[in-house]
C-alpha cells in the first residue's frame, strides 16, 4: 500500500500545508465533526470548503462553487 501512496516530497512547504488542511477538512467532515452550511454569500447549495487561513483547517467560509470562483477572483484583482 505505501508503495502506491502520493508522495508529498516534489511538493512546496505551502503545498504540503494546503495538502493537509484539506485532509483534515475531509476527515472531520467524514465523521460529522463539521457540517456543510448553505454558501454565506448566496445560501445555495452544494457548498465547498475555503480556508482563510490554512494553519487552521477547521475555520472554514461554505461557498457555493459559483461565489468560491468569484472570491477568488476578487483576491487576485486586488491591488
Avoid at 475531509?26 to 447549495?45: F, M, S, T
Wanted: aromatic share 6%; with cysteine; net charge positive.
Amino acid at each position: 500500500m505505501r508503495e502506491h501512496r502520493p508522495k508529498h516530497s516534489d511538493l512546496s512547504d505551502e503545498q504540503k500545508l494546503k495538502a493537509n488542511c484539506r485532509a483534515y477538512t475531509n476527515v472531520y467532515i467524514k465523521r460529522g465533526k463539521l457540517i456543510k452550511q448553505p454558501c454565506e454569500h448566496c445560501g445555495a447549495l452544494p457548498v465547498q470548503a475555503h480556508h482563510v487561513d490554512y494553519s487552521k483547517p477547521l475555520i472554514i467560509k461554505w461557498l457555493c462553487k459559483k461565489c468560491h470562483e468569484l472570491h477568488h477572483v476578487m483576491l487576485n484583482t486586488r491591488v
